[in-house]
């Protein structure tokens, strides 16, 4: 478990021109293992797991996250 922590820690402090090259050839392959449709879903599902994942440790509450979205100076 050490290795694989030490591992995420060298990749973590690439720049980060080398991690979206990175993300690029992992995207790449899974599109040609299990094609587009079935990528994109996995992508949705991963940005769902990681919102809900940082909802659970920013504990924050739902009233909290719905008046962040609705601020009126928001988009300004």
Same mark, same amino acid.
């Given at each position: 478990?050490? *290795?694989?922590?030490q /591992?995420?820690h060298? !990749? #973590?402090a +690439?720049p980060?021109?080398?991690l979206?090259v !990175? #993300?690029?050839v992992v995207?790449?392959? @899974? !599109? @040609?293992?299990?094609?587009f449709?079935p990528? +994109?879903l996995l992508a $949705?599902f $991963?940005g769902i797991?990681?919102a809900i994942?940082? /909802? #659970? %440790?920013? *504990? #924050?509450? $739902?009233? %909290?996250?719905v008046s962040? @979205?609705w601020?009126? %100076? *928001?988009f300004?």
């Amino acid at each position: 478990m050490e *290795r694989i922590a030490q /591992f995420f820690h060298k !990749i #973590a402090a +690439l720049p980060k021109r080398y991690l979206g090259v !990175i #993300a690029g050839v992992v995207s790449w392959l @899974l !599109i @040609l293992l299990f094609g587009f449709f079935p990528t +994109l879903l996995l992508a $949705v599902f $991963v940005g769902i797991g990681y919102a809900i994942g940082k /909802f #659970a %440790d920013d *504990r #924050a509450n $739902v009233h %909290d996250l719905v008046s962040r @979205l609705w601020q009126s %100076d *928001r988009f300004e």
